[in-house]
C-alpha cells in the first residue's frame, strides 16, 4: 500500500520493509513494521536492534550513507499510541525510534490529522459491512470449496 500509494519504497534492506523520506524532518527512514503495539515478541527485540545495528555499522564503514544515524532506522507500529508499547518495544525505543499510530502516519504522509482521518473512515467502513448471516454463508462457501477439492475423496 505505501509503495502503490508513493508513500515510500520497498527497501533494498534486508528485515526492513520501507523507506521514506520522514515529512517532519525531512531525512530518508528505514522502517520495519508492525501492526500494533503488542505485536513483537521478547526473542524479538535483540535480532532487530542487532540487525539495525549491523546496517548502520556497515554503511558507516564503507562510507555508503552520510550522516546515518540510529535515529534513521526505526519501527513503524501503524496503529495505536505510545503509552500502550509492551516492554519489548520500549526496549527497542531506547536504541532506535519506536514510531506509533498518529506520529507514524504523520512522518509517513505529511498530514498530522491523517491518522485520525483513517480510523474515521475505517470505521465508517466497518459500520457499513452487511455482518447479516456472513458467518454462514462463509462457513457454506468454505464447505463448498472442501467438498469439490480434489485434495479430498468424500466417497
Partial sequence: MFVELDLASG???????????DKIDGRKKWCQLKSGPNTINSEDVKPLIQKF??????????????GISNSD???GVLYGKQHEFSMHYKLI?????????????????GYEDFY??????????????????????????????IRNSPLFDFS
Fill in 116 to 145: 485520525s482521518m483513517l480510523v474515521a473512515s475505517l470505521h465508517t467502513s466497518i459500520n457499513s459491512v452487511d455482518t447479516e448471516d456472513l458467518i454462514n454463508r462463509g462457513c457454506t462457501k468454505l464447505a463448498d470449496e
Fill in 93 to 109: 525505543d531506547k536504541v532506535h525510534p519506536v514510531i506509533i499510530g498518529k506520529e507514524f502516519w504523520h512522518r509517513l504522509t
Fill in 53 to 66: 545495528s549491523k546496517t548502520i555499522n556497515l554503511a558507516r564503514t564503507n562510507k555508503a550513507l552520510q
Fill in 11 to 21: 527497501s533494498l534492506i534486508k528485515g526492513m520493509d520501507i523507506e521514506f523520506v
Fill in 73 to 75: 532506522f526505526v519501527v
